[in-house]
T-cell receptor, first 113, second 118 residues
Framework: EAGVVQSPRYKIIEKKQPVAFWCNPI?????LYWYLQNLGQGPELLIR????????DSQLPKDRFSAERLKGVDSTLKIQPAELGDSAVYLC???????????FGQGTRLTVV | QKEVEQNSGPLSVPEGAIASLNCTYS??????FFWYRQYSGKSPELIMF????GDKEDGRFTAQLNKASQYVSLLIRDSQPSDSATYLC??????????????????FGQGTELSVKP
């Protein structure tokens, strides 16, 4: 069974430029999470989807971040414009249901210069 | 107060010893608990989950849950240098929180760095 797939693995952009990350969850997983992880810290939740509905986006900086999960399958997270402080690893995870464990993709390491 | 707290470490143990990793959580609505291992430069990997009070064993790993004390732990027996990594504790709210859209929210601690010395 294929795991969670994220792309790109690495991205370097100049500040004020836009950037987008893509995630394809494990087949059949209804719950999809986007996390941000800074060096030496645990993952911090940005947004959680149940199917195509964003049920928890309270930690998403909506002035510059946006996300979508069309048709309740793959998802895109966008930053526009990027700031230096956005440099981090962006992790996508999926879960088969509200009680089950979440499985992570390889992550996207973003560097804003 | 953070919702899930761990000692950041580093925790250093000799090879063959038992490593004990601890985690506390603040929300009594949390229903399920997870331990992830994260090697440097890699993404978190699920190693254990526990839903009920008591112990759950899987090979060299034992997860312990005490809901009254809001405490979760992970024991690693016969520690190996390959166990050296950061261990993340996570708590997931259960269905009781669904009306507030919190059900399924998965919150992580800051992680404990474990170093197993040969």
């Amino acid at each position: 069974e294929a795991g969670v797939v994220q792309s790109p693995r690495y991205k370097i952009i100049e500040k004020k430029q836009p950037v987008a990350f893509w995630c394809n969850p494990i087949s059949g997983h209804n719950t999809l999470y986007w996390y941000l992880q800074n060096l030496g810290q645990g993952p911090e939740l940005l947004i959680r989807y149940e199917n195509e509905e964003a049920v928890d986006d309270s930690q998403l900086p909506k002035d510059r971040f946006s996300a979508e999960r069309l048709k309740g399958v793959d998802s895109t997270l966008k930053i526009q414009p990027a700031e230096l402080g956005d440099s981090a690893v962006y992790l996508c995870a999926s879960s088969p249901g509200t009680g089950g464990p979440a499985f992570f993709g390889q992550g996207t390491r973003l560097t804003v210069v | 107060q953070k919702e899930v707290e761990q000692n950041s470490g580093p925790l250093s143990v000799p090879e063959g010893a038992i490593a004990s990793l601890n985690c506390t959580y603040s929300d009594r609505g949390s229903q399920s608990f997870f331990w992830y291992r994260q090697y440097s430069g890699k993404s978190p990997e699920l190693i254990m989950f526990i839903y009920s009070n008591g112990d759950k064993e899987d090979g060299r790993f034992t997860a312990q849950l005490n809901k009254a004390s809001q405490y979760v732990s992970l024991l690693i027996r016969d520690s190996q240098p390959s166990d050296s990594a950061t261990y993340l504790c996570a708590a997931k709210m259960g269905a009781i929180n669904m009306i507030y859209n919190q059900g399924g929210k998965l919150i992580f601690g800051q992680g404990t760095e474990l170093s197993v010395k040969p």
